[in-house]
């Protein structure tokens, strides 16, 4: 199934809220579809301790105090997508993430000739007061690793790790006041991506306020009837 539903399937854009499950549902998406997941995050860290050309200059850019400029990240975008693997689709995560972007992945799309169809976008929309109790209430784990949610998924010990019994951390990027400008910045900066999609009649609403299971179901169910199966 995921091999013939793979040959028309393209490039398949989530966006989303930080805390509104992309990393999750790309990964699962992948899956079923039979096509890698591609997160841009990955992609620079990957490139960075390889030490190729595009991720010597975005260690500069970082040890400089700079972000990575678009133009770095949609080379190493466009070094991805060339990648055999890719041939039938892929699942962009992170990516686009600016209107600029996104112009510049459908000129790329369309001059190189990677894929049949159009770039299909899932929005996963989760109602801001979910998005402040998923992130707020992560706790991880020093030792191992293991994400926890005070509200969500609780230690069985307040505080403590199932795991290995070690006391759990709040990520700065967790804070409350932290979280409030990062979702601020996506109002900015990323619902206008939305818009764009919108109006060219590729933007696929889910409700990313379901259960995982759901979301992903829907989130299927919203490529096929789009065209893209």
């Known amino acids: 199934m995921a091999k013939s539903a793979a040959k028309t399937t393209g490039a398949i854009i989530l966006v989303g809220a930080p805390g509104s499950g992309k990393g999750t549902q790309a990964k699962r998406i992948a899956q079923v579809l039979g096509v890698p997941h591609i997160s841009t995050g990955d992609l620079l860290r990957d490139n960075v301790s390889r030490g190729t050309e595009l991720g010597r ?124 400008e990062r979702l601020k910045a996506y109002e900015q900066q990323t619902l206008p991506l939305a818009d764009y999609y919108r109006r060219r009649g590729r933007l696929l609403d889910v409700n990313g306020d379901l259960a995982p299971d759901d979301v992903t179901a829907e989130a299927l169910k919203a490529i096929k009837n789009g065209n893209c199966l």
């Open 57 to 180: 200059k975005a260690k500069q850019a970082m040890n400089r105090g700079e972000l990575v400029s678009d133009q770095l990240v949609c080379d190493m975008v466009a070094e991805r997508l060339r990648q055999p693997d890719c041939s039938e689709g892929c699942i962009l995560d992170g990516f686009p993430r600016t209107v600029a972007q996104a112009e510049w992945l459908d000129r790329y799309l369309l001059e190189g000739k990677l894929f049949e169809a159009q770039p299909i976008v899932i929005q996963l929309g989760v109602e801001y007061n979910s998005l402040l109790q998923r992130l707020t209430g992560r706790r991880t784990c020093p030792t191992c690793g293991r994400i926890y949610n005070i509200y969500l998924q609780p230690p069985r010990v307040g505080g403590v790790c199932d795991v290995d019994g070690a006391g759990l951390e709040t990520r700065r990027d967790d804070r409350e006041e932290v979280i409030i």
